[in-house]
Nanobody
Framework: QVQLVESGGGLVQAGGSLRLSCAASGGTFSSVAMGWFRQAPGKEREFVAAISRRGGSTNYADSGKGRFTISRTNAKNTVYLQMNSLKPEDTAVYYC??????????????????WGQGTQVTVSS
C-alpha cells in the first residue's frame, strides 16, 4: 500500500512560483509512475502532469505546458511539481497520485489507485 503526502502549497501572487512535493512511502517508488492532478471548487478533477517510473518520460496538460515541470528523485521517494508564472486560474487543490506497480504515464485519474490528501494552491490576482 502506497501512502502519499503532498506539501508546498500556499498563497502566491499571479506571476509567482511554487514547488509542490509529494513524498511516498509503503511501496517501491521506482516501480510506479506518478501524476499530479488538481481540482478547483465546483469543477472536476483534472490532469496536470505525469512522469514515468525512471523520469524519462513526462506528459503535461496544455494548461501547464511551458510553465509547469514535473520531476522525481527516486532515491528520496519524492515527486515534484515546479509551477512558474502562476495564474489565478491555477487555484485548486493539487493531488499527487501513484500508478499500480509498473504502470505507465497516464492522463486518466482512474489509472492511479493511490492518492495523497491534497495541498491547496491559491493564486491571487
Amino acid at each position: 500500500q502506497v501512502q502519499l503526502v503532498e506539501s508546498g502549497g500556499g498563497l502566491v501572487q499571479a506571476g509567482g512560483s511554487l514547488r509542490l512535493s509529494c513524498a511516498a512511502s509503503g511501496g517501491t517508488f521506482s516501480s510506479v509512475a506518478m501524476g499530479w492532478f488538481r481540482q478547483a471548487p465546483g469543477k472536476e478533477r483534472e490532469f496536470v502532469a505525469a512522469i514515468s517510473r525512471r523520469g524519462g518520460s513526462t506528459n503535461y496538460a496544455d494548461s501547464g505546458k511551458g510553465r509547469f515541470t514535473i520531476s522525481r528523485t527516486n532515491a528520496k521517494n519524492t515527486v515534484y511539481l515546479q509551477m512558474n508564472s502562476l495564474k489565478p486560474e491555477d487555484t485548486a487543490v493539487y493531488y499527487c497520485a501513484a500508478s499500480a506497480p509498473y504502470g505507465g504515464v497516464s492522463t486518466r485519474a482512474h489509472d492511479y489507485p493511490y492518492w495523497g490528501q491534497g495541498t491547496q494552491v491559491t493564486v491571487s490576482s
